[in-house]
């Protein structure tokens, strides 16, 4: 395949039409290769490098608005890093298709209210020592991973500016009895000041172990591992495509609750949607916790007016939104 018919980004599944994800290694995008959409999920490869820097991408293509507020949830190798809310009644829908105010872009983690570090890809590490090696069963099992998942829900004050809690992300060390098989890890780079955020909460109305629609990335030494594909010919498509399943909302009052959902998966013998962990009390406990210290970066510059909502000790996350000037569209932008 010719290099210029390698897309370089990933398609939503047709829940979302329109919409697209890309990732930029040290400011160029990635080639994304063996792209599939099977149900709610678009899964593509791209080409890691050690020492790179990367930014990754998503928008909002669609011209008509969705009929609830949702959030953009970056996970890098299993952990959750930031979040972008998209309001239902936002002016974004009705701007152009390049515009950037359909766009959010994550290019750090916040570690503190005034602190962040930016993305990069680092040698994979391995050791013997039990200890020290990670434990996190949804870790281990998304390392090489970088995912955008998409919640529906409903976008609220909130309560205090206390809830954004330190979020340090120390780099990840498996065991090597593992064989996890991979070359590189995101790891994050040096600190540097940037500005205070305040809040927004959010109330999910899916629920942690039944994404909305979701974009992974699987970075990969591509050269070594052998994983581009190789040169097609006219009959092979660029993308393939399975039918999706209709997702069915739930029901409008019910707000979910991520251990009794897991719970509920293995009461039934149900299947966990592929790139979440097994359902277990402590892993929910563990996913419910990292969403109370959940913070959105959103440059909102026409936010709409929200009522005060009591925040719920079940369905809701701490976020922080940093505000923008009044009386322009929406733009939403993490970095």
């Not at 206390?162 to 995101?186: C, G, M, P, R, S």
């Not at 000041?193 to 039944?210: C, G, P, Q, R, V």
């Not at 936010?303 to 079940?314: A, D, G, I, N």
Request: proline content about 6%; overall charge negative.
């Amino acid at each position: 395949m010719a290099d210029s018919e390698i897309p370089t980004t990933l398609p939503a599944p047709r829940l979302m039409p329109d919409c697209e994800a890309w990732v930029e290694v040290d400011g160029e995008p990635a080639p994304v290769y063996s792209t599939t959409i099977r149900g709610s999920k678009s899964t593509g490869y791209i080409e890691s490098i050690e020492g790179a820097r990367f930014e990754i991408y998503y928008r909002e293509g669609r011209r008509k608005a969705p009929s609830k507020d949702y959030t953009a949830e970056l996970y890098l190798d299993g952990r959750w890093v930031h979040s972008a809310i998209f309001y239902k009644t936002s002016p974004l829908f009705s701007s152009a298709w390049d515009s950037e105010e359909r766009l959010a872009i994550y290019s750090s983690a916040r570690i503190s209210p005034t602190s962040e570090r930016f993305f990069n890809f680092t040698k994979f590490s391995e050791t013997e020592d039990e200890a020290t090696s990670c434990k996190e069963k949804r870790v281990i099992q998304q390392m090489g991973s970088i995912q955008v998942r998409i919640f529906r829900g409903e976008a609220v004050e909130a309560p205090s500016q206390e809830l954004l809690a330190k979020h340090e992300l120390e780099d990840v060390v498996v065991h090597e009895n593992l064989k996890l098989n991979l070359t590189h890890q995101i790891s994050l780079g040096p600190a540097q000041d940037t500005e205070e955020m305040e809040y927004a909460d959010f109330k999910y109305i899916d629920s942690l172990n039944d994404t909305f629609v979701t974009f992974e990335f699987r970075y990969r030494f591509l050269e070594l591992e052998g994983l581009a594909p190789p040169r097609r010919d006219a009959s092979t498509p660029l993308v393939v495509v399975t039918p999706e399943p209709e997702h069915t909302p739930p029901a409008a009052h019910a707000e979910p609750n991520a251990a009794s959902s897991l719970a509920a998966q293995q009461a039934t013998g149900g299947d966990v949607v592929p790139g979440h962990i097994s359902s277990s009390d402590d892993e929910a406990a563990l996913i419910k916790a990292e969403r109370k210290t959940r913070t959105v970066g959103v440059k909102e510059e026409d936010k709409p007016r929200l009522k005060k909502v009591k925040s719920e000790e079940e369905g809701s996350s701490g976020k922080a939104v940093a505000k923008g000037k009044k009386g322009k569209t929406e733009v939403i932008v993490l970095d």
